[in-house]
T-cell receptor, first 112, second 112 residues
Framework: QKEVEQNSGPLSVPEGAIASLNCTYSDRGSQSFFWYRQYSGKSPELIMSIYSNGDKEDGRFTAQLNKASQYVSLLIRDSQPSDSATYLC????????????FGKGNQVVVIP | GEEVAQTPKHLVRGEGQKAKLYCAPI?????VFWYQQVLKNEFKFLISFQNENVFDETGMPKERFSAKCLPNSPCSLEIQATKLEDSAVYFC??????????FGQGTRLTVV
């Protein structure tokens, strides 16, 4: 079982719609969860971090965490063409060494 | 500095040659991480440092890869006798203790 799993396949959304991304993780003791955005050929850029169950909102982004289900999601409201990128779910495991395990990423394409 | 600085941006090596990559973490960050990103966005953790000490090297291929973080010098990742499969983008990230990691722009290594 992979440490972090994200849905495969690109996600196409019309401009102004909501993009929903999901991620599951295997280490039940994980405490820190991150969403990174990566434009093609660029480095990952941190857009959200979440540490406790529930929702966390930052502008048009909302992260949701459910530790019981080992599930973390990202919602992008009012999607813009500039949101077109790959979104990487990253989880810091319970081993206490701060390293991140990444999912494969979800490509989001916002259609004007 | 205010961002993680990686050099060089691109590196081309013939099979069997040595490759050396450099990373200057954000000032005040005590943790440095190296990740390898191959095709399809697969991120692989290589090694982390806490200041100049190796913190976690569980991801390092021991035979040809080595890394250092010395005081007052950029951190480095060295690959001896490169192989075709070492072709990837190598990202360095830094963080303070138990906080978000910020990534450098990466070094694209091409082994021909």
């Amino acid at each position: 079982q992979k440490e972090v799993e994200q849905n495969s396949g690109p996600l196409s959304v019309p401009e102004g719609a909501i993009a929903s991304l999901n991620c599951t993780y295997s280490d039940r003791g994980s405490q820190s969860f991150f969403w990174y955005r990566q434009y093609s050929g660029k480095s990952p850029e941190l857009i959200m971090s979440i540490y406790s169950n529930g929702d966390k909102e930052d502008g048009r982004f909302t992260a949701q965490l459910n530790k019981a289900s080992q599930y973390v999601s990202l919602l992008i409201r009012d999607s813009q063409p500039s949101d077109s990128a790959t979104y990487l779910c990253a989880v810091e495991g319970s081993y206490g060494n701060n390293r991140l395990a990444f999912g494969k990423g979800n490509q989001v394409v916002v259609i004007p | 500095g205010e961002e993680v600085a990686q050099t060089p941006k691109h590196l081309v090596r013939g099979e069997g040659q040595k490759a050396k990559l450099y990373c200057a973490p954000i000032k005040g960050h005590s943790y440095v991480f190296w990740y390898q990103q191959v095709l399809k966005n697969e991120f692989k953790f290589l090694i982390s440092f806490q200041n100049e000490n190796v913190f976690d090297e569980t991801g390092m291929p021991k035979e040809r890869f080595s890394a250092k973080c010395l005081p007052n010098s950029p951190c480095s990742l060295e690959i001896q006798a490169t192989k075709l499969e070492d072709s990837a983008v190598y990202f360095c990230a830094s963080s303070q203790a138990n906080t978000e990691a910020f990534f450098g722009q990466g070094t694209r290594l091409t082994v021909v």
